[in-house]
T-cell receptor
C-alpha cells in the first residue's frame, strides 16, 4: 500500500495521560500535514513540515502538542496531559511540492482519540 | 465570517438526479480549490481540484469556480446511493505546484441520495 499510513487507528486514554500518533506519508512526498477533525466539523489545520522543517503551526496547537519529523520521512504527533477536549480524529496528509500534482493533499485514514 | 462556508444540509436528492453543492470563501488570494468526499467514520477522499475560473468535468462530477464571486460548486450527475456522504470544500493560497500550503475546510454538506 503506497498511501498515507497512520498508527494507531484508535486510541482510548485516560485524561492526563500522554499519547503519540505516527504517520508515514506517501513515499517521496516532501510535505506532511497534521489536521484535527471533530464531529460535524471540517478538518482543522494543526501543523505542516517541508522535509524535516516544521514550517507552520496553528494557534490550535497548544503547548501540550508537539510534532516532529526527524528525518523528513515519518512524523509523530504527541499530546501530553490529554484533556477530554482533545478527543477527535487526527488526520495526517502528505503532498509533493514542485510537481504537477504538488497541490494535491492526500489524507491517511486517521487516528481516533477518545479521552475518558 | 467563516473563511469557507457551506450549507450543512442534509441535501436530499432522488437517485438519478443532479446534486448541486455550493461553497463560498472569504480570502480573495485563494488560488486552489478542492472537493473532498467523506463517508461517516472515514477520512476525506479527494474528488476534484480546480484552479481556474470555469468548469472542470471528471466523469459524473463537475466543479465550477467563479473567483470574482468567490464561489465554488460541485455538481454530481446521475446521483447514486453510494454518493451519500459529506462533501467538504477546501481552499488553499498556494497555486497548482505550490506544494499544498494548508487547506482551510468548510464544515461540509451532507448529501443523501434516496432510492
Amino acid at each position: 500500500d503506497t498511501g498515507v499510513s497512520q498508527d494507531p487507528r484508535h486510541k482510548i486514554t485516560k485524561r492526563g495521560q500522554n499519547v503519540t500518533f505516527r504517520c508515514d506519508p506517501i513515499s517521496e512526498h516532501n510535505r506532511l500535514y497534521w489536521y484535527r477533525q471533530t464531529l460535524g466539523q471540517g478538518p482543522e489545520f494543526l501543523t505542516y513540515f517541508q522535509n524535516e522543517a516544521q514550517l507552520e503551526k496553528s494557534r490550535l496547537l497548544s503547548d501540550r502538542f508537539s510534532a516532529e519529523r526527524p528525518k523528513g520521512s515519518f512524523s509523530t504527533l504527541e499530546i501530553q496531559r490529554t484533556e477530554q477536549g482533545d478527543s477527535a480524529m487526527y488526520l495526517c496528509a502528505s503532498s509533493n511540492r514542485g510537481t504537477g500534482d504538488g497541490n494535491t493533499i492526500y489524507f491517511g485514514e486517521g487516528s481516533w482519540l477518545t479521552v475518558v | 465570517q467563516k473563511e469557507v462556508e457551506q450549507n450543512s444540509g442534509p441535501l436530499s436528492v432522488p437517485e438519478g438526479a443532479i446534486a448541486s453543492l455550493n461553497c463560498t470563501y472569504s480570502d480573495r488570494v485563494s488560488q486552489s480549490f478542492f472537493w473532498y468526499r467523506q463517508y461517516s467514520g472515514k477520512s476525506p477522499e479527494l474528488i476534484m481540484s480546480i484552479y481556474s475560473n470555469g468548469d472542470k468535468e471528471d466523469g459524473r462530477f463537475t466543479a465550477q469556480l467563479n473567483k470574482a464571486s468567490q464561489y465554488v460548486s460541485l455538481l454530481i450527475r446521475d446521483s447514486q446511493p453510494s454518493d451519500s456522504a459529506t462533501y467538504l470544500c477546501a481552499v488553499s493560497k498556494d497555486g497548482v505546484t505550490g506544494g499544498g500550503n494548508k487547506l482551510t475546510f468548510g464544515t461540509g454538506t451532507q448529501l443523501k441520495v434516496e432510492l
